[in-house]
């Protein structure tokens, strides 16, 4: 049973790494040339979003990785699956809000009939996507390579579903601020100190106002 649940997962990251390659070169030869005619941005500022598709490919590939070694994770250290669990789902939820916005928020510019206004926020909103995401991958692959050893310093995490960020215009958390996945995973979700941003999900300290990742408020 888990074996075929296992075999399932790893098809469809296989699945959507093939699409988000394919939707890379579709954008390499087709959309950046047409969204910059559009929003009247050279194709030299528009690197950030091949950049992030490459981030979405890399990070399809590791889930594959990671997807097997949660399987073979001896069922009586519970304690490393539920580390390994909140280090994978911080992950994957910045991979789906980053997936969201190269992809439909894009459209939006991309089908616009002249430039938007929005569309520099939009820039910054999808490149600090793109960073956070890159270091929430970077900080689960370094816990694995070390075998999770870092659980009993964490302890025992808890991870909130993310509220995803649809449609353009008001590419609020545009200002996301490059932060790893270290300092909310270090920060127990059920401590009274902390609050969880219902935008991006991060855990921040009781006196703050606003998310230190995505500037919305509490």
């Known amino acids: 049973m888990l074996m075929s649940v296992l075999s399932t997962s790893?098809?469809?990251?296989?699945?959507?790494?093939?699409?988000?390659?394919?939707?890379?070169?579709q954008m390499q030869?087709?959309?950046?040339?047409?969204?910059?005619?559009?929003?009247?941005?050279?194709?030299?500022q528009l690197k950030l979003i091949t950049e992030a598709w490459l981030q979405i490919i890399e990070c399809r590939r590791v889930l594959k990785w990671t997807y097997a070694y949660g399987y073979y994770l001896p069922e009586h250290e519970a304690a490393k699956m539920q580390f390994f669990e909140y280090l994978q789902g911080e992950a994957e939820s910045g991979l789906e809000r980053l997936h969201q916005c190269a992809e439909k928020e894009l459209q939006c510019y991309l089908t616009a009939e002249g430039q938007s206004k929005e569309f520099n926020e939009f820039r910054k909103k999808l490149s600090g996507l793109t960073s956070v995401t890159r270091n929430y991958f970077e900080n689960l692959v370094q816990a694995l390579e070390n075998?999770?050893?870092?659980?009993?310093?964490?302890?025992?995490?808890?991870?909130?579903?993310?509220?995803?960020?649809?449609?353009?215009?008001?590419s609020k958390g545009g200002n996301v601020k490059e932060l790893t996945s270290s300092d909310s995973v270090s920060r127990n979700l059920n401590n009274p100190g902390y609050w969880s941003c219902e935008h991006c999900t991060f855990a921040n300290i009781s006196s703050a106002t606003t998310c230190e990742v995505c500037d919305q408020p509490q």
């Not at 030869?29 to 030299?44: E, F, G, N």
């Not at 999770?148 to 008001?170: A, F, Y």
């Open 10 to 25: 790893l098809r469809l990251v296989l699945q959507s790494r093939q699409k988000a390659l394919k939707d890379l070169k």
């Open 29 to 44: 030869t087709v959309h950046l040339a047409k969204l910059s005619d559009i929003q009247c941005q050279p194709l030299s």
């Open 147 to 170: 075998g999770l050893s870092d659980v009993d310093s964490h302890g025992g995490c808890n991870r909130t579903d993310s509220s995803k960020n649809k449609g353009c215009g008001s």
